[in-house]
């Protein structure tokens, strides 16, 4: 099956930046829209970034402007490049992707990477 293995978190001060990257395996990547997800604590898991396999973006209203996915096909990697970070970005980021291989809907998530803003 696919599987997804983000990095690129760690620990920054408020207008900084961090590029994420996920790493997907699996031969079907090139065909697969790829997204970012993040989670705080105590609240739901929210999609930060999407992009499509013709490499259409969407974003959240809340880091548009800021944030940047992009991903590079022949690397089986998708980034999520985040500029003027906030505290209020402060959440795990996961990595998601979805196919129909099996001839039904079938979900992939990374394991996820801490990112914390300081004021």
């Known amino acids: 099956q696919v599987q997804l293995v983000e990095s690129g978190g760690g620990l920054v001060q408020a207008g900084g930046s961090l590029r994420l990257s996920c790493v997907a395996s699996?031969?079907?990547?090139?065909?697969?829209?790829m997204g970012w997800f993040r989670q705080a604590p105590g609240k739901q898991r929210e999609l930060v970034a999407g992009i499509t396999s013709g490499a259409v973006t969407n974003y959240a209203d809340t880091v548009k402007g800021r944030f940047t996915i992009s991903r590079d096909n022949a690397k089986n990697t998708v980034y999520l490049q985040m500029n003027s970070l906030e505290p209020e970005d402060t959440a795990v980021y996961y990595c998601?992707?979805?196919?129909?291989?099996?001839?039904?809907?079938?979900?992939?998530w990374g394991q996820g990477t801490q990112v914390t803003i300081s004021s």
């Open positions: 699996g031969s079907i990547f090139d065909r697969n829209p």
């Open positions: 998601y992707t979805h196919d129909y291989s099996s001839g039904t809907k079938s979900d992939y």
